[in-house]
């Protein structure tokens, strides 16, 4: 019994799945528009002769009427003349009785069963045949009756003919629907196939694949918008796997030098100093890693947004010069000339601390790799579309292949990591640029590099 329910759970989603779903919806829709077009048709075709029919009889009425008088015997005349004229009398029908009930006048042998006065419809026998009939009774003032019909046997072939043609139209157009509908459904299900069939293989660990898109429906901007997020995550993976070799490698150095430093002191407990001089080189290499973490929650939090509820109207200038005045001194310990250079006003609405902290790491690295005897300018100016700070220095600049890299958490140039660092200060002023709807560029300054943070403009968000 388990196995016959499991087997049919398949069957049931594919009966009511969207795209039968919406086949059983497109197809009750266009039913519903052949009853209504087929309703109007009749009505346009068949309501029209009803009604003429009725007219003419209820005229041809009044005018024998008005000529002939409203006795029996006044009336008898015309009608003998209507019927001899020629002139549509194999279709007219006309009873004339006189107040005894005795004919008088017409072409009908015997007055119809179940008449009443007024428009009727029923059937007359003439020339021994039962034929539909369309009559209107009449009382006249002697008490005589007039009755004048005419006879439906073509209008009940139009009738037929119409009905048949109706329900062929129907028909042809149910089966049309059907046929379109499920056309429809099938293309439904193969596109969404597509994209079963990718996400399961995603699923399976092949990240690399990709949703075909073809045209530009909806179906294909659907396609590619789940492509760009599989782009994102495949990026956001591949980053993962980064960070966690570079921090496995950016841990084991530290963690072997403390446990190496922990062991020779151990093996000479005994000499003075040996315990203080390896607590404190523990100290130091602990401290290293605390940073690094904190460099780590630094980046989260920025990328996070967890303080953006603190911006307020920031000056860029303000920040250029504390960080100049900041770091004089050890521009000079580098020998590197460190000038500024500010716009008339550059303001943008930030997080002044993070905004600091990020414009420092570029002085950092600037310091770290322009070299000796290079010059470096902290720049504050003004876009079309916001204001920038900027680091420029005429050092060995980066080379344009790493460039797209170098914001990427724990890479760094120095692939030997001889040179101080973790490789995070780049990433940090990325996530700091776009916590405030900004962007880092990193250019080639001819000679040297220019890294830039471009920022919106205070009060034009």
């Known amino acids: 019994m388990v196995e016959l329910k499991q087997s049919a759970l398949p069957a049931a989603g594919l009966r009511w799945s969207i795209a039968a779903k919406l086949v059983l919806g497109y197809g009750l829709l266009g039913l519903a528009s052949m009853l209504v077009v087929s309703a109007v048709f009749y009505i346009g075709t068949i309501g029209v002769l009803d009604r003429t029919i009725d007219g003419r009889l209820l005229a041809l009425s009044e005018r024998l009427l008005g000529q002939g008088g409203r006795t029996a015997a006044a009336l008898a005349p015309e009608v003998d003349r209507q019927l001899s004229d020629g002139i549509d009398s194999d279709r007219e029908i006309f009873l004339l009785l006189d107040a005894d009930g005795r004919l008088r006048a017409g072409n009908l042998s015997a007055w119809p069963a179940h008449a009443s006065a007024g428009l009727f419809s029923g059937r007359v026998m003439r020339g021994g045949v039962a034929t539909p009939a369309r009559l209107y009774w009449s009382t006249l003032d002697d008490g005589g009756a ?84 599989l782009d994102r995550i495949e990026l956001l993976m591949d980053g993962v796997r980064h960070v966690s070799n570079a921090i496995a490698h950016d841990l084991r150095t530290p963690l072997g030098r403390v446990r190496a430093r922990l062991e020779e002191a151990l093996r000479h407990a005994q000499q003075p100093g040996v315990l203080e001089h390896a607590a404190a080189g523990a100290i130091g290499d602990i401290d290293g890693l605390i940073v690094l973490f904190e460099r780590l929650l630094q980046i989260a939090e920025a990328e996070a947004g967890m303080r953006a509820g603190l911006f307020e109207p920031v000056d860029l200038n303000r920040i250029a010069a504390d960080l100049v005045d900041m770091y004089e001194a050890s521009a000079d310990d580098a020998g590197v000339t460190l000038t500024l250079a500010l716009a008339p006003a550059a303001s943008t609405l930030g997080e002044r601390n993070l905004l600091a902290s990020a414009v420092a790491s570029l002085l950092d690295n600037a310091l770290k790799y322009a070299g000796a005897g290079a010059g470096i300018e902290l720049r504050t100016g003004a876009t079309a579309r916001g204001v920038f700070i900027a680091v420029c220095d005429n050092g060995p600049g980066i080379p344009a292949g790493e460039r797209d890299k170098v914001t990427q958490r724990f890479y760094r140039l120095d692939q030997s990591r001889h040179l101080p660092g973790n490789g995070l200060g780049l990433a940090i002023v990325q996530a700091t640029a776009a916590l405030h709807d900004g962007a880092l560029r990193i250019e080639d300054g001819a000679p040297g590099l220019v890294v830039r943070i471009d920022l919106p403009p205070a009060f034009g968000r």
């Open 146 to 229: 007039l009755m004048v019909g005419r006879d439906l046997s073509e209008h009940e072939a139009i009738r037929r003919l119409v009905w048949r043609a109706l329900a062929t139209g129907a028909a042809t157009s149910l089966l049309l629907t059907i046929v379109g509908a499920l056309l429809f459904r099938r293309q439904i299900e193969g596109r969404l196939g597509a994209i079963r069939s990718t996400a399961e293989q995603i699923e399976a660990g092949d990240l690399s694949r990709r949703i075909p898109v073809h045209g530009n429906d909806e179906f294909a901007r659907l396609n590619g918008d789940v492509n760009r997020m």
